[in-house]
């Protein structure tokens, strides 16, 4: 079953995601895909939050899953496996631009 998390939350992040600000996002306008998007990543172990926003041009209520922290964006782009080229490349440069800020900044944290 876990397979089926996987290719779901790799469909939606290849459509709805976005890489940027030392984060993932996948954003949408209905409430039920990202509740479902959310049970499976939690069935996953990835940790995340929701953000509710709303559009100003069309008023529509527009719900985000934020995935934030070194280890668990190293952890979605190891074992979900979108196709998406650009953010695969994108997502690559943040996880190694945290490593890059970590060892300049002299920054250990525990993960």
């Known amino acids: 079953m876990r397979n089926v998390y996987v290719y779901y939350i790799a469909g ?17 306008t209905h409430k039920k895909i990202i509740e479902i998007t959310s049970l ?8 995340h939050r929701i953000k509710i926003r ?4 069309n008023y529509k209520i527009v ?5 934030t922290g ?3 964006i190293d952890n979605f782009y190891t074992y ?3 196709v ?3 953010k695969r490349y994108k997502m690559l440069k943040e996880i190694q631009n945290y490593k890059k800020r970590k060892v300049t900044l002299g920054i250990y944290k525990k993960y």
Do not use: A, C, S
């Open 12 to 28: 939606i992040f290849d459509g709805e995601g976005g890489v940027g600000n030392k984060q993932l996002t996948i954003t949408n």
């Open 40 to 47: 499976y990543l939690k069935k996953l172990n990835i940790p």
């Open 54 to 57: 709303k559009k100003i041009e």
């Open 63 to 67: 719900y985000d899953i934020k995935i």
């Open 70 to 72: 070194r280890k668990n």
């Open 80 to 82: 979900i496996p979108f």
């Open 84 to 86: 998406h080229r650009d």
